[in-house]
């Protein structure tokens, strides 16, 4: 009886272990040219805070997952043929891009800014843009916003495919500002040596048209089995201090609905 039970026990065992074998992988996308929210390390590992938070989920869901580098206007095609799962790179939830992917709920918030030379005369108007070169991120929100607002008011609008290269240019004064998500640019520029003598400029932009309701992780369309899963995930890291502890590595205010200053 005893080796029936042991006999038993095994064969379970092996047949847990074959299920989680051949359990596939979440394959998460991300552009890791986005600090403070992911950049690489000098060893060419990911590092940031979307990492750190993408790592978290997947303990809690107690599943494996591998990250797929992707730019980020690439991110949502990725999605679409199957190449990823899940998209946890910085991405509002808008709806537009409802339309095209399904969203958890946000994971953070912020704002958009203007960042131009330190004083910098710009009121609520935006007239003073007229003549002035904006770069931003090809396919982001941003991009969008200053195509629709920050043009008709005069300013050039220049895309590129990273925001680090946005930065280059900005220093070298190819460009007189840029306008993207207010954090990324506190901490990833204006915090930096480049970005000495210059600051946020005008008045906070949060119109939800724009820039939707906060920071999600997007999924294919009808893809519920793992959109309830992170969905639940997120929930459950907030609840235990997980999420408090991350950000805590990389801010000194509540992100999940704040507006730094």
């Known amino acids: 009886m005893k080796k029936l039970v042991l006999l038993g026990a095994l064969a379970l065992s092996v047949l847990s272990m074959q299920a ?6 979440l ?14 390390a000098p060893d060419g590992s990911i590092v940031g805070f979307d990492y750190d938070i993408g790592n978290a989920l997947c303990a809690e869901m107690k599943v494996k997952c591998t990250w797929v580098e992707q730019e980020f206007d690439g991110l949502i095609p990725a ?46 108007s935006l ?7 904006i770069g931003v991120q090809r396919g982001s929100i941003h991009d969008r916003f200053a195509k629709e607002v920050l043009a008709p008011k005069g300013a050039t609008v220049v895309p590129y495919s990273s925001q680090n290269e946005i930065y280059l240019d900005v220093e070298a004064g190819r460009l007189d ?5 207010a954090t990324l640019l506190q901490d ?12 946020f400029i005008g008045p906070a932009f949060t119109d939800p048209k724009y820039f939707g309701d906060g920071i999600g992780i997007a999924v294919r369309k009808g893809d519920k089995a793992n959109l309830d899963k992170i ?12 999420y408090k502890k991350i950000q805590d590595k990389y801010f000194d205010f509540d992100i999940y609905g704040a507006d730094p200053k």
């Open 177 to 181: 500002g840029t306008v993207a998500d």
């Open 188 to 199: 990833g520029f204006l915090k930096t040596p480049a970005g000495k003598g210059y600051a």
């Open 79 to 124: 999605l679409k043929v199957r190449k990823i799962d899940a998209i946890l790179s910085s991405m509002s939830i808008t709806e537009d891009r409802k339309k095209s992917v399904d969203f958890t709920t946000r994971y953070y918030l912020t704002p958009a800014r203007l960042v131009m030379k330190e004083g910098t005369t710009l009121s609520a």
């Open 20 to 25: 989680f074998a051949d359990e596939k992988p």
């Open 127 to 133: 007239d003073e843009l007229k003549g002035k070169k």
């Open 231 to 242: 969905n639940a995930a997120i929930a459950a890291i907030r609840a235990n201090g997980e």
């Open 27 to 40: 394959k998460i996308g991300i552009e890791a040219a986005y600090p403070p929210f992911a950049s690489k």
